[in-house]
């Protein structure tokens, strides 16, 4: 038996994040097959595992699995490189660096529900500037803006009610 | 339902009302969009006076054939008066939308609204 020159050695976390990311990119798989009556406007389902592993391991974590989720999803979506794949991960960018901002809030006060408003805002205003700046070069593009704002108000809501809720439960014994 | 709204803390519900509110705010802020913030009065195809439209203010303006009056009000502008033969740009009435004008030919005279964000050209009737 050849021994294989490259050793890695996967560390729990590693399982973790690939375990969770997989998770990330079959909700994100679900969300590309619900019909939806604009472009743009969808649940975002993937966020619940992004935001449950910002509050359970860290932000480190949670953009690795949303890095990968992306990756995948538009691997498995036919969407990779293509204009679908650079919106979605401007969005997750954005998203991340508001929930690394949203994860000092004070936790009594702020909690999932917050964290997930905010991504999900972040995440639409990245995706309008990139759509502005480069697909649709015009300011009629800002016209969306309060639809899909408001969207994401909606969405982020509820997304944040169900980590609220996972959060609350027990960890499964794994 | 109770067991859901426990999961919401203080903080979030501020999150929540302010971007509500600001949603909310956003749709007309955004979907006013084609109404006009100037009236550009020309003569000759020169710009005699450009009016904000947020006074209220009136206007002469001398052409070959005598005073065309124009009449300014926050958020619309119209001519008032013309010697022209037939009142076309008198019988337009209030302009309020970017693009709109009113050409008072025989007087070499022309009304027209811009704004920042015009959703036609020109319009014209």
Not at chain 1, 92 to 113: I, T
Not at chain 2, 9 to 33: E, H, K, N
């Amino acid at each position: 038996m050849t021994r294989s020159p490259i050793e890695l050695t996967l560390t729990e976390e590693d399982h973790r994040i690939a375990r969770m990311a997989a998770a990330a990119v079959g909700l994100s798989l679900l969300d590309a097959a619900i019909p939806t009556p604009l472009p743009g406007v969808k649940p975002g389902l993937a966020n619940i595992v992004t935001l449950l592993v910002l509050a359970r391991y860290g932000w480190n974590a949670a953009a690795w699995v949303t890095g990968l989720r992306v990756v995948a999803g538009s691997l498995l979506l036919g969407q990779f490189l293509a204009p679908g794949f650079f919106l979605s991960l401007t969005g997750a960018v954005l998203s991340l660096g508001v929930l690394a901002l949203a994860k000092k809030l004070p936790a009594r006060a702020f909690g999932p529900v917050s964290w997930s408003v905010l991504a999900a805002l972040a995440h639409i205003a990245g995706q309008l500037l990139l759509a502005r700046l480069w697909l649709i070069p015009h300011d009629g593009v800002f016209l969306l803006a309060p639809i899909f704002a408001a969207t994401a108000l909606f969405f982020g809501t509820i997304n944040g009610l169900i980590v609220a809720r996972l959060l609350d439960e027990p960890p499964a014994s794994s | 339902m109770r067991s859901w709204l426990r999961l919401v803390r203080p903080g979030d519900w501020l999150l929540l009302l302010v971007g509500g509110g600001a949603v909310a705010a956003s749709f007309p802020l955004l979907w006013q969009g084609g109404l006009g913030d100037k009236a550009v009065i020309r003569r000759d195809g020169q710009i005699v006076a450009e009016i904000d439209l947020q006074t209220r203010r009136s206007l002469t303006v001398d052409g070959p054939l005598g005073a065309t009056v124009i009449a300014v009000e926050p958020g619309r502008a119209r001519v008032v008066s013309d010697p022209g033969l037939r009142q076309y740009c008198v019988h337009q009435g209030w302009l309020s939308r970017a693009g709109e004008i009113a050409i008072c030919a025989p007087n070499h005279v022309s009304l027209a609204i811009t704004g920042r964000n015009r959703a036609y050209d020109s319009l014209a009737y």
